[in-house]
Structures are given as C-alpha cells and as structure tokens.
C-alpha cells in the first residue's frame, strides 16, 4: 500500500507546494483536486491544483517533473460533484467536466479518476435509476475506449438538512454498487473506499473489503465520531450532523487494525489517502498541516 493525501486540505496551496509538502513529510502519493475554477459549492470542494478544462502542454510536463523531482506520485484525479442534480444545465455541467478529468487522465497517464455518481436527493433510488444508465452508460463507454478507470466514492453526501432525505450520491452500499456494475458493466469500474461512512451507516467495512476488494482502485481514510448522547436525542433518521463529525484517523470509530488487517488479508496494495474533513484542523496552515503529520504517524504503523 501506498500512503497519501488529499490536496483539498491545502485549498490555498500551489500544485507544488502541495508536491513539496507531501515529500517533505514522506508521503507516498497525493489524489488531485480536480474543480472547476469559480464558485466553491461546499466544504473542501472547489479546490483546483491542476486546471484540467484549460490543461496544456505546459501543465503536463509540469506534472510529470514534480513526480519525479519529489518522488511523489498521482493517486487519481479527484472530483465529487452530483451528476444527477435536478437541475438539468447543472448536471451537465458536472457531467462534461467529468468528461475532461478523463481526457487529463489520459495526457498525464494517470488513468484513475475519482468522483461521485450523483442522486436527486428527492427521489427514490428507482426514479433516479433511468438517468443513472443514461449518464454513466455513456461516461464509462467513454472511460474504457481511453483505458481510464473511474472510481465512485461511498460518501452518502447526506449529512445536512438541505441533502435530506436521500443524499446527493447514490453509490454508498454494495446493493447499489452491484446493481450498477451489473446494469453498467465495465472493467474499468472502480471504488474509492472510506470507511468512515460505514460508521454512519452502521455497516461492516470488512465484510464489504472480503467481497468487493477486487474493485477497490483508491481508499480514503478518513475517521467518523459517533456523538451517542446526540444520536439518542435526534434518532438515527435524522441528519447525521446533528450527531456525527469527521474525524482524523484514530480520533473515531473507525478499527484501523482491522480495517487494515483485512486489507492485507485480500493483497489490496493501492493508494490510501489522508482524506481532512475535522474541524478542529482548520484555519490556518499550520493547523493542516499538523493533520497531515499526525494522520502521517498514525497510519504509518500499517502502510509500510
């Protein structure tokens, strides 16, 4: 395995920098943020480290030295947008950039892409179903003639009351993951695994790593605290704000000596990248990059 980050944590830094900083703290790899330039939509979106809708020459040989000057690697290419937002014009916004990751994938020989398959949070997974098969029938046949694989991330996006009740993202479960694999077949499928979102979902991370590790191309690793006192003041059906936070790793719930022991078990030996979400990391610079160093010496007892 191969540890690394997520640049969304250095929203203010350059693509070097963020390279720099990685091999400064003997970090394997780095997953891009790959947004649009423009308006931030939510916490740690909108942030750009390489411009892949204005992607030139210049920028990929600028990729590929830092690669080679730090020794630090491109894990994927990461952007988690909703896809299937009702608003029509928005969707396809969503969709066409999605098209131009892949395209950056390829110049840069990268090849992994990282995202989210979107949802209407106001329908059900079957009203939602036709424009899944739409949308991604067309966006995977287009990922496999280009030999890129796209990884879809568990991440509910349900945490707040305006996501409610379904979330903005569809594949969170293996029910889903197999109907889609199934409607949508594709070698070039892959999942970008979190376990910090089994433990809203009350769900088995390594039951899920023993059955779907053959898919498995990417891993954040992020932790999630349950507030128990909360949770039994609100319910579990309402939204997981009121009760949960994002956490480093190590500070939630996450059983990071199972999780990784059932990674060794099934040989996965891909990235696993530092995903910061915790609030008691921001503000300033020094606070992420405390998060790092501390997420760093935590999970460096596993991934050696």
């Not at 640049?7 to 943020?33: G, K, N, R, W």
């Not at 916490?43 to 690669?67: F, K, M, P, W």
Request: aromatic share 12%; charged share 20%; with cysteine.
């Amino acid at each position: 395995m191969k540890l690394g980050f997520v640049s969304a944590i250095l929203p203010d830094q350059s693509l070097e920098q963020v390279f720099h900083t990685a091999a400064d703290m003997d970090y394997d790899c780095v997953e891009i943020m790959c947004w649009p330039k423009g308006k931030v939509e939510r916490r740690y979106a909108g942030v750009t480290h390489l411009n892949v809708a204005n992607l030139s020459d210049q920028d990929i040989e600028t990729v590929q030295q830092l690669e080679q000057e730090t020794g630090v690697f491109i894990s994927g290419l990461g952007y988690y947008p909703n896809p299937l937002a009702s608003d029509l014009q928005q969707s396809q916004t969503y969709i066409d950039h999605i098209y131009k990751l892949i395209d950056a994938a390829v110049a840069t020989d990268i090849r992994f892409v990282n995202t989210f398959i979107g949802r209407d949070p106001k329908k059900t997974i079957d009203e939602n179903w036709a424009r899944v098969k739409a949308i991604w029938q067309t966006i995977m046949s287009y990922a496999e003639a280009n030999e890129v694989y796209v990884s879809i991330e568990n991440c509910p996006m349900l945490f707040t009351e305006d996501e409610w009740p379904g979330g903005l993202n569809l594949g969170t479960t293996p029910a889903i993951w197999d109907r889609l694999f199934n409607d949508i077949p594709s070698d070039f499928w892959g999942i970008n695994f979190d376990p910090s979102h089994y433990i809203i979902q009350r769900m088995d991370y390594v039951e899920t790593i023993e059955a779907y590790h053959e898919r498995f191309h990417h891993i954040h690793a992020k932790d999630a605290r349950i507030d128990h006192k909360a949770l039994n003041y609100h319910g579990a059906f309402s939204y997981p704000n009121l009760w949960h936070e994002p956490k480093l790793p190590g500070m939630g719930d996450v059983d990071w000596g199972k999780f990784f022991s059932a990674l060794t078990s099934v040989g996965y030996d891909g990235p696993v990248c530092v995903e910061v979400e915790d609030r008691a990391y921001e503000g300033s610079l020094d606070k992420q990059h405390r998060a790092l160093l501390q997420s760093y010496n935590y999970l460096r007892q596993w991934v050696v």
